[in-house]
């Protein structure tokens, strides 16, 4: 027996270029096992496990409200752990696009970066609230994230901050030591790559050449 709302939930997940219609279709290459309950108005999935290629990339919950209309959908997400390379992100996306994908080579940097936090909103609208744990230090970042499901082209603002980033190991730069700052950002990707973005910053701390710097505006 076919259930016809079971049929109708995948119908009107599909939608040509986003990430459901790869993964449905099979072109992304990713698993997830979750305890799952709700209806079809909503999905409650608690202990999540996503993978890329058998490697981790989320663990958390989530839950999605109005699952079967991808222009309504709503989601909510507690992250306990979101893991991510420059390679393996740039594999995501390869596969997703179908075609190799080129990010920024100054990501390649940041080494393998985890997230723990919080976000939530519509697919093409995002606001997050957590820290990125990366290479050279933590960021901790509060803001949105507007877009298309197709991660290509998205604008983003918020505040970043952190207490101790190694700027001078980021930027390969050895008369740069650490920082600490708190900063406003407001920017804009396209095509993966960065268009524009404007900084506002309360530069507390830095280091350069072996001298202490304090509150530069």
Do not use: W
């Not at 119908?11 to 072109?27: A, M, P």
């Not at 989601?75 to 991510?84: L, S, T």
């Not at 075609?99 to 093409?124: C, H, N, S, T, W």
């Amino acid at each position: 027996i076919v259930d016809p709302y079971l049929y109708t939930l995948e119908i009107n997940l599909v939608k040509d270029g986003t990430i459901l219609d790869n993964i449905l279709y099979g072109r992304l290459d990713a698993s997830f096992e979750a305890d799952l309950n709700g209806s079809l108005d909503s999905v409650f999935a608690q202990n999540m496990k996503l993978a890329f290629k058998n490697q981790t990339l989320f663990l958390g919950d989530i839950d999605v409200f109005h699952p079967t209309k991808l222009e309504a959908m709503y989601v909510k997400a507690r992250c306990n752990d979101i893991y991510c390379s420059y390679t393996l992100l740039q594999d995501i996306l390869s596969q997703l696009h179908e075609q190799p994908a080129q990010l920024p080579e100054i990501l390649k940097q940041l080494g393998y970066v985890r997230y723990r936090g919080d976000f939530q909103g519509r697919l093409e609208n995002l606001k997050l609230q957590g820290t990125f744990s990366t290479a050279h230090g933590a960021l901790n970042v509060a803001g949105n994230v507007k877009g298309d499901t197709t991660l290509q082209n998205f604008d983003f603002q918020g505040h970043l901050s952190t207490t101790s980033f190694q700027l001078g190991n980021f930027l390969a730069q050895t008369d740069l030591g650490a920082i600490a700052l708190k900063a406003d950002l407001k920017g804009r990707i396209d095509a993966n790559q960065l268009a524009y973005c404007t900084v506002k910053s309360d530069i507390q701390n830095f280091e350069y050449k072996g001298y202490q710097y304090q509150h530069i505006l």
